[in-house]
Nanobody
Framework: VQLQASGGGLVQAGGSLTLSCKASGRSFSSYAMGWFRQAPGKEREFVAGISMNGGSTYYADSVKGRFTISRDNAKYTVYLQMNSLKPEDTAVYYC?????????????????WGQGTQVTVSS
């Protein structure tokens, strides 16, 4: 599985961005998908996850109510709609595949990772 993330950029605080992650391979709909981020000097953190059919989602407390994860299995694509962005959302964002999550968070590290896309939020 190869993952290609896009959509990052520079935005002012309060603005919005939508990240996309296009997957290759025919097994896209068989995997839960997720978004992670890593800010300078910090560890990579789990931001959002979505189940195989999109029926279950998970959000980190820091983004709950502002970010929305979705997927289109017909297009092999997962999205992250980010609203009300804050400077602390600045990070490199990574999409990932074949993870396991519950309502308590990440339970298994993803098997597949895409390259990152930079999101910078100015104050």
């Amino acid at each position: 599985v190869q993952l290609q993330a896009s959509g990052g950029g520079l935005v002012q605080a309060g603005g919005s961005l939508t990240l996309s992650c296009k997957a290759s391979g025919r097994s896209f709909s068989s995997y839960a998908m997720g978004w992670f981020r890593q800010a300078p000097g910090k560890e990579r953190e789990f931001v959002a996850g979505i189940s195989m059919n999109g029926g279950s989602t998970y959000y980190a407390d820091s983004v709950k109510g502002r970010f929305t994860i979705s997927r289109d299995n017909a297009k092999y694509t997962v999205y992250l709609q980010m609203n009300s962005l804050k400077p602390e959302d600045t990070a490199v964002y990574y999409c990932a595949s074949n993870l396991l999550f519950t309502t308590y968070g990440l339970q298994r590290v993803p098997r597949y990772w895409g390259q990152g896309t930079q999101v910078t939020v100015s104050s």
